[in-house]
């Protein structure tokens, strides 16, 4: 059955285009970190929801291994944030996606490990295959927006090391942090919702710095 408040479909990639077209995001200068972007991939499942990719990071990576991701990584010298989202997502689950699929961009969201991240909406489509590299992706998840909308979305936790709010979204019987889930929050917020909802001041848990 499909969920009335956020069935996949034009009416979605519609609003959610003219939503990101409005929203005037907030680019942070690099200042020595590392550039890189995200892909914010709107997929249905089989019952025809709207949903977003998230993916489980392999165990067997050298760094932030078994965490919950959106797909992306580096960007390449001299490539755009929305090409570099676009590789890394045929290259992590395997799907391709022409430039034309990308919708906008959210703000930026600096890391307390040195880089600056893009986050990049893409529109998936119906036509959606993903074939996870075993490499780089222990699993694929489509998660339903409606699941960020649940009262408990999102969780704010102060921490004695920082003067900012850590953030964490609970989904998947799991508590996914920032910066991962600052980037979902403000897709809640600002293609969902059309609300231009800050992210940027959202801290990360210690073991992340």
Request: proline fraction near 9%.
């Amino acid at each position: 059955m499909t969920d009335p408040a956020h069935p996949f479909g034009d009416a979605l990639r519609a609003r959610s285009r003219a939503h990101l077209a409005a929203f005037e995001r907030r680019a942070v200068a690099a200042d020595g970190r590392r550039p890189a972007a995200v892909a914010v991939v709107l997929v249905p499942d089989e019952a025809g929801r709207a949903c977003f990719l998230l993916t489980r990071r392999a165990s067997g990576l050298r760094t932030h291994a078994r965490q919950w991701a959106l797909p992306g990584g580096r960007v390449d010298p001299g490539e755009s944030v929305e090409r570099a989202a676009l590789r890394e997502l045929e290259e992590e689950v395997g799907l391709a996606r022409a430039p034309a699929s990308v919708l906008g961009l959210l703000d930026d969201y600096p890391t307390r490990s040195g880089f600056v991240i893009t986050p990049v909406v893409v529109w998936g489509g119906d036509d959606v295959e993903l074939r996870p590299n075993a490499e780089e992706v222990a699993g694929v998840y489509r998660v339903p927006l409606a699941d960020l909308d649940r009262p408990d979305v999102p969780r704010l936790v102060t921490i004695p090391e920082s003067d900012r709010p850590v953030i964490q979204v609970p989904i998947l019987s799991s508590l996914v942090h920032a910066p991962t889930a600052a980037v979902i929050y403000q897709l809640r917020e600002v293609v969902v919702h059309g609300r231009p909802t800050r992210v940027a001041h959202f801290e990360q848990p210690v073991w992340a710095w």
